[in-house]
């Protein structure tokens, strides 16, 4: 199954340290992971949350595989309306979710609120940092 997953820039270089291969663990006050079923709705959440609460402002849309067997354990959740479909992975079990990611965790977009003051790549549209292999 595909899925995205919003994230800001703290969590985009952990993905990066991890080579791409999985998202990082939880903080002690987010008991569940969620990544999403469709493009619009984390654009949603990436574009128009995360560039205007994240410091700095900016959010990014990933895009992973991760195996049909596996997923299905878990409830498709609509919060709201019925395009803004997710998964409630229980923090305690990211780790085995990061072992059943297919490849790697790719970004698909990137917005930048108001007060951005990092140096974009113009060719990847991603901070500079991640161009040049340092995250």
């Known amino acids: ?4 997953r919003p994230v800001g820039l703290e969590e985009l270089r952990l993905i990066a340290q991890a080579n791409d291969q999985a998202f990082p663990p939880r903080l002690p006050d987010q008991p ?9 709705y984390a654009r949603q ?9 994240n410091n700095p402002p900016c959010g990014f849309i990933t895009r992973f595989e991760v195996g049909d067997s596996y997923i299905k354990q878990f409830e498709v959740q609509i919060v709201g309306a019925r395009e803004n479909a997710e998964l409630w992975i229980p923090a305690e079990g990211l780790e085995e979710f990061n072992q059943n990611i297919i ?18 790549d113009p060719k990847t549209n991603l901070p500079i940092e991640f161009s040049r292999g340092e995250p």
Do not use: Q
């Open 1 to 4: 199954m595909i899925l995205f």
């Open 32 to 40: 569940i992971f969620y990544p999403v079923l469709n493009f619009e």
């Open 45 to 53: 959440i990436a574009e128009g949350w995360n560039t205007k609460h």
């Open 103 to 120: 490849g790697k965790i790719t970004v698909e977009a990137a917005y930048y609120g108001a007060g951005f003051t990092g140096e974009i």
